[in-house]
Nanobody
Framework: QVQLVESGGGSVQTGGSLRLSCAASGLPTTGCLGWFRRAPGKEREAVAFIYTGTSNTYYAKSAVGRFTISHDDAKNTLALEMDRLEPEDTAVYYC?????????????????????WGQGTQVTVSS
């Protein structure tokens, strides 16, 4: 049984940093893991993905240069380090997993191809 449990959300001011974590269990050792977010009134969007087999990473344009995705193989924990946060980053952030499959379209791998999801963690950035 797959479980994804996020933690680390919170409230920060513009320019601040947050680190999100996602504790994963029941997943194969290699596969595509990712972070998505849904802002109020907007559709869910991809933020960053990592394929644990090669550690290849993929980022949305809005995340490039500010966010870093990583995976600790020993702890099977996915992380998202977010720096220089902006009010536009305010959203509920979700970690997701594709099981054993790759991020075959990079950051464009559709959310519908991720069968496993965490419950989400709120990130609020105030100006």
């Amino acid at each position: 049984q797959v479980q994804l449990v996020e933690s680390g959300g919170g409230s920060v001011q513009t320019g601040g940093s947050l680190r999100l974590s996602c504790a994963a269990s029941g997943l194969p050792t290699t596969g595509c893991l990712g972070w998505f977010r849904r802002a109020p009134g907007k559709e869910r969007e991809a933020v960053a993905f990592i394929y644990t087999g090669t550690s290849n990473t993929y980022y949305a344009k809005s995340a490039v240069g500010r966010f870093t995705i990583s995976h600790d193989d020993a702890k099977n924990t996915l992380a998202l380090e977010m720096d220089r946060l902006e009010p536009e980053d305010t959203a509920v952030y979700y970690c997701a997993a594709r099981g054993m499959f790759s991020c075959y379209l990079g950051i464009r791998t559709p959310s519908t191809d991720f069968p496993y999801w965490g419950q989400g963690t709120q990130v609020t950035v105030s100006s």
